[in-house]
């Protein structure tokens, strides 16, 4: 008789979510169920339990506790998908402010414009030598020179915009590289920072970038607001 029972309880409940189902997604197979599922579903379990082997309070406190976890879930998810739309929107404010601006940020791009390298410095992780490198946009070294030891505090990168025959080069856009040693011949880590003024926005995945010179920058990057 148990087993009886049983059986028509599970064809039951199995009936009222297909039901459910159906007319929730008009003849389309749902794949998820949504909170009023769920309480069709638990209500009737309730109804077609076995009454020889009742549901007891244990098992219905585990089941409540698990609908209000997951509407709990969906609410959280929902406000961070809020939030991060509200963020990338302040971030896209911020950015729209900076165009015109002279901004100082992470990289190591250097230009030439009237045969004048554009601003550009490095910093030392620890007093060292270095050796400083000019690249043209092929990738190909245009321009190198050494410098003295150095200490932890910020250099400005020098450079007369010549090659190393001491031609001047055209204008456009470069790279440039610093690597330092310690006095015991050990590497130390550079930091590098370019200088440009910010010339418009683009939005990639979200994402605000900012246009400076031939160059797309993060805010994330900026390190100084210049002028």
């Known amino acids: 008789m148990a087993t009886s029972l049983t059986n028509v309880a599970a064809t039951n409940v199995g009936s009222a979510l297909s039901q459910s189902s159906a007319g ?6 749902k794949t998820v169920l949504s909170q009023e599922d769920f309480i069709n579903l638990f ?17 219905m406190a585990t089941q ?21 739309a509200s963020q990338a929107s302040w971030s896209n404010f911020q950015a729209s402010g900076l165009i015109g601006k002279k901004v100082e940020y992470l990289g190591n ?21 270095m050796q400083l490198q000019v690249y043209d946009a092929a990738g190909n070294l245009v321009w190198k020179s050494e410098a003295a030891f150095k200490d932890t505090g910020k250099q400005k990168f020098e450079w007369n915009g010549k090659n190393l025959q001491g031609v001047q080069l055209p204008d456009g856009a470069y790279r440039f ?11 130390i880590s550079v930091t590098t920072r370019s200088v440009g003024t910010v010339s418009g926005i683009s939005l990639e995945n979200g994402t605000s ?10 805010l994330s990057d900026i390190t100084a607001i210049l002028a």
């Open 177 to 187: 590289q610093v690597s330092a040693v310690d006095a015991k011949g050990s590497p």
């Open 43 to 59: 209500v009737t379990q309730m109804r077609f339990q076995n009454p020889l082997e009742p549901m007891d309070n244990y098992q």
């Open 64 to 84: 409540m506790a698990q609908m209000t976890s997951v509407e709990s879930l969906k609410s959280i998810h929902e406000a961070v998908e809020k939030l991060a």
């Open 109 to 129: 791009a250097i230009a030439l414009e009237q045969g004048i390298a554009s601003e550009a410095y490095y910093q030392l992780a620890g007093p060292g030598k």
């Open 24 to 29: 929730a997604t008009s003849g389309k197979r």
């Open 209 to 218: 970038l900012l246009q400076v010179g031939n160059n797309q920058v993060s």
